[in-house]
């Protein structure tokens, strides 16, 4: 099992230009997330998804819009990239139990630089 | 969720014990108490989680009072490759619940 993977690892854009960063998971889990990670600064959720065909907003969802066409692709679109985008993007996903709160899985992350 | 307020760093030996306290005095009857690690440049990575009292596992021990408003990870004679950032969640047992991240708690080990 590769678990969580991220492509880019590394990308950098200009002011005002699209991306989408992709996010797949080979585990068959249901759930996916999104989380931003900032210098010094733990990590916040941008945006979830609880199963495929949908999705949900998390702390920080401003700027950027996400998509679950597939169970195991959790896709995030940045629109028009802003210099404050610039950040270390974590994908996660999990499975539930139906017990304890789930383990979720990291991916190794994206680090975006918009300049 | 209920908000988790912990050290901001800490540093220790090889070879020492280390013990993280987190408060979470707002934790809530369905609520667990997870902890993750993460070393530079990686995704986070889940250690240890419990409901009460104490949960072992290979890597960390968790104590939980019977109170349950704060809790303890405890890490057995650190060594140079425990020096990470260890964040402490709490979070209900329902599917699919998006964790909260704090700022965590830097653990510098040194020889």
């Known amino acids: 099992n590769a678990g969580v993977t991220q492509t880019p690892k590394f990308r950098v854009l200009k002011t005002g230009q699209s991306m989408t960063l992709l996010c797949a998971q080979d585990m068959n889990h249901e759930y996916m997330y999104w989380y931003r990670q900032d210098p010094g600064m733990g990590l916040r959720l941008i945006h979830y998804s609880v199963g495929e065909g949908t999705t949900a907003k998390g702390e920080v969802p401003d700027g950027y819009n996400v998509s679950r066409l597939k169970k195991q692709n959790f896709l995030l679109g940045l629109e028009s990239a802003a210099p404050s985008q610039t950040s270390v993007y974590f994908c996660a996903s999990s499975y539930s139990t139906g017990g304890p709160p789930d383990t979720q899985y990291f991916g190794p992350g994206t680090r975006l630089t918009v300049l | 969720l209920a908000k988790t307020t912990q050290p901001i760093s800490m540093d220790s030996y090889e070879g020492q014990e280390v013990n993280i306290t987190c408060s979470h005095n707002?934790?809530?009857?369905?609520?667990?108490i997870t902890w993750y690690q993460q070393f530079p440049s990686q995704g986070p990575r889940f250690i240890i989680q419990?409901?009460?009292t104490k949960v072992t596992n290979e890597v960390a021990s968790l104590f939980i009072p019977a109170d349950r408003k704060s809790s303890t990870l405890s890490l057995p004679r650190v060594s140079l490759s425990d020096t990470a950032v260890y964040y402490c969640l709490v979070a209900p047992n329902q599917a699919g619940t998006a964790l909260i991240f704090g700022k965590g708690t830097t653990l510098s080990v040194s020889s």
């Open positions: 419990g409901y009460k």
């Open positions: 707002n934790i809530a009857t369905n609520d667990y």
